[in-house]
């Protein structure tokens, strides 16, 4: 066995001098930022003067080129490319130093970090921040839309707000969470003293942050923020006001972002198991992230290149979309629902992980038909490629194709009806103690099954036709997304806070955060598939008088949603330094990140651990996952204490 | 399992049932189906409800027993009974749903396939959108901007667009589809119900898109017949005639303008009361301003409007008679 013992941690001496000028970090970003940005508009200017193209500075190149420009500069700053630019450079190759590693304060928060812990926190607190951020923007159009007419916004802001509250909440929110909860636990599950790349992982998080801003910044464009909806459908999409072009860009760094993390999830869980940890013995959040990976790894790149292509159409005056020209208007939506709707599953998938480990450490029991639920995930990584253009039912796309894709899409239902089965049956006979997380978990079951059930709708054709783009489609998307993604988020950042922290978050307050939301999502969502089918489409600021009653108690419930999220932030801010100290253990789980300490030492494990059995063998006796060597925390005691 | 524990799980899953069967059936979900093509997907939901509401109540029957019977004893700290799995259960689960969203597939695809179905002689209109109106083009080459349609009878609209997506909805009528700038799309209807219902616009189609809407007019077919063998001279919003006042209603300006002497109050655009401030603002003489405000609206921009918010598209879609009567219409009557 390799020993992986370090030399650990210390921290680099800080630069003084000019020194803080040129030694990675934040003061070299402040020259390093402008200096590359304006070096990108000046090209765009130097080019358009030598082809004597007027007027010389247009706000389309311009902000194409500054959104790529800018964000540069940073990351040059930060240093997330000192590494490779001096190994490039053909100069003498540094020895690793490992002193990008860990944390000892909050200012290594806020710089290039190769720790995926740090990392992990790092995206976790930063969806959280742009959770607050989107989700305010929704209660915003809430209380426009708690009365017909208008009252605060008009069309343009409105459109931006609904736009910006749905993109931020899928790529700055739900798809980096997962990344984030990924990132602190797949390295100890399988064993691992890091992620196989840790200065590309550092990297693909500071990639987010940038996504993060451009979005944001693209509201305060001149002429106007995106207003095309996150669907950004061409042909409307290009010709929006200037915003639009910061989606456009926007949505490639945090593509960016994710395929350089789902790489990292692939290779690391490839090739990084400790000794004895097969395939089969892999815990099933491990399984759910190596799906992902690779659903993402092959989906995102078309997201990509839709944004391109219309911006292109934009800027460059291609004719990919515009039918004037020629182009295919479908082509578009084709394109991007290639990508959007694996993203469903990448927004997903990781969560039925999360909950698989939850539900079997809370009952106290296996996993019910564990290879069934690893299989199920593949299942639903391969048919979910085959399903994109259920999107577009009503599209006007060859109407032979609607039936394929409406049998692929509700073979889903049969994997899917898999997984919820078997997590019922791991309940079943068990010793549940329903705390925070699990209460978390049972709460995901029940509104997945819903938005699961009209899911199965919206695939059957005759059935999606009345409904689609009705406010019907807002109700199953939050049922999927919220009910789904986002409890499971919820679930895992409760289950795992205490191996983060080391102290626990109050039970009280996690048990009120949980019924407050429950409660208040299914009252804010659930009338909306009535709205839907009675005739209101989504995507308006102003409707129909006579839906005036249960728009505004779906504003009057969205409000108990903004309070339990305020709940929450509290709760996890207040515990971090207040809460109870526990030990290494609390849940008493078998899975390998349990077995070291809270927070776990910087390089994980003192020595490579053995991995002899499953992961969730509670009541076999005798029965262990894992031996680790003996300077490790307390061994899991199974069968209890 | 015990037989009281059957029984408790078999209770559960009766008053899951009844009360999802309630919520299903108390509440009038769906608007009265006024084509064959609506009673066809009405009756394909119907199909759908009452598998969801059998399985929402087993699963929640089985999730609830859970919640109430296997709660942890405070002090209990022993596991569970060591279940891995069960072979025959995990078929069960597998092939149940197979065979069930087989089922769901088959009855949809036929009701698209009926749904699809014009019959030999069906009624064709062209629906030409643009930002934010609709146009209805019948056989006899006459325009509207509200669609008439006969009772009984197979109408096929073929769709067109001429800016961005937009898309064709009654809810009453269960067909929908969107107007694609460069193809045609299609859809039938069948008309069962006379009686008036409006047209929606459900594709984002930019800053009016909350106001895109029209009516559909369904009449019995006699009706039908002589309102469309008089047509063109009794309905004032044709858009074929020239009159100020109908090319105004026709082309939609009011759905973005508020002018007095129309009746409109759009708020997407400026007031056209004020069309004299304007043009002294602009500099310009009044009629020589309202025209070049419709053909090319970004030369001046009220104050508070951004450019390409008005479309470019009314210097073709506007005949030089109608634009000549649109300009003296609006110069005679803004204050």
Known sequence: MTSVTHDHHHAPASPSGLRKLTAPGWYRVLWTTPLVGFIGL?????????????????????????????????LIG???????????????????????????????????????????????????????????MALLFRAELAQSGDQYFNPQTFNVLVTEHAILMILLVIIPAFAGLGNIVIPLMIGAADMAFPKLNALSYWLLPIAGVTFI????????????????YAPLCAHQPMGNIFFNMAVQWGGASSIMTALNFLVTIITMRAPGMTFWRMPLLVWANFSTSLLVVLATPFIAGSQFFVLFDRVMHTNFFEAAGGGYVLGYQH???????????????????????????????PIFGYRLMAL??????????????????????????????????LLIA?????????????????????????????????????????????????????????????????????????????????????????????EKLGKLHFWMTFIGFNATFFPMHYLGTQGMPRRVADYAPRFQELNAFASIASYLLGASTALFLFNMIWSWTKGEVVGSNPWRAMTLEWQVSSPPPTFNFDEVPQIVGGPYEFGVPGARHAILGSAQAEPVATGGH | MTRGSIFKLFAYAVVAGAITTAVAVFIPWLPTAATRQADRMWFSIWFAEIIAIVVFAVVAAALIYCVVEFRVKPGDTSDGPPTHGHTMLEIIWTAIPTVIVIAITIVAAIVIHDNGKAGTNPLVIKVVTQQFTYQFEYPNGKTFNILRLPKDRNVKLDLSSKDVIHSFWV??????????????????ITPTRTGYYPIICTQLCGLGHALMRSEAIVLESTEYDSWYASAGEAPAAAAGGTDGKSVYTAAGCGACHVFTAGGSAGTIGSSLDNLSVDAAKAGEE????????????????????????????????????QLDSLVQYLAENTK
């Open chain 2, 286 to 321: 009044l009629n020589d301003f309202i025209r070049s405000s419709i053909t090319d609206p970004d030369t001046f921009l009220a104050p508070g409007y951004a450019k390409g918010v008005m479309p470019s598209t009314y210097k073709s879609s506007i005949s030089g008679a």
């Open chain 1, 376 to 409: 199920s995930l593949l299942a639903i990584l391969v048919l979910g490629f085959s399903v994109w253009a259920h999107h577009m039912y009503v599209a006007g796309m060859a109407g032979w194709l609607r039936v394929p894709m409406m049998a692929s899409t």
């Open chain 1, 414 to 506: 049969v994997p899917t009806g898999i997984k919820i089965f078997s997590w019922i049956a791991t309940m079943w006979n068990g010793k549940i103690n329903f705390n925070t997380p699990m209460l978390w978990a049972t709460g995901f079951i029940a509104t997945f099954v819903i938005g699961g059930l009209s899911g199965v709708w919206l695939g059957a054709v005759s059935i999606d036709i009345p409904v689609s783009s009705t406010y019907f489609i807002v109700a199953h998307i939050h049922y999927v997304l919220f009910g789904g993604s986002v409890f499971t988020i919820f679930t895992g950042i409760y289950y795992w806070y205490p191996k983060v922290t080391g102290r626990m978050y109050n």
């Open chain 2, 171 to 188: 809810p009453a009528f269960g067909q929908k589809t969107d107007a694609v700038p460069g193809i045609t799309t299609s859809i039938v």
């Open chain 1, 42 to 74: 000046g090209i765009v200017g130097l080019i358009r003067w030598a082809a004597d193209w007027d007027p010389i500075w247009k706000s389309g190149p311009l902000a194409t080129v500054g959104t790529v420009s800018f964000p540069m500069g940073l």
């Open chain 1, 335 to 365: 394109i991007f629902w290639f990508y959007s709707h694996p993203a469903v599953y990448i927004m997903l998938l990781p969560g039925f992980g999360i909950i698989s480990e939850v539900i079997a450490v809370m009952s106290r029991k």
């Open chain 1, 78 to 136: 930060l240093g997330g490319f000192d590494f490779w630019t001096y190994y490039a450079s053909g100069k003498r190759t540094r020895p690793d130093s490992h002193d990008g590693h860990g944390a000892t304060s909050w200012r290594d928060y806020f710089r290039i970090n190769t720790d995926h812990k740090v990392i992990g926190i790092q995206y976790t607190v930063t969806t959280m921040l742009f959770f607050v951020i989107s989700g305010f």
């Open chain 1, 217 to 232: 910044a693209g509201m305060f464009a001149p002429g106007g923020g995106p207003s095309a909806g996150w669907t950004c």
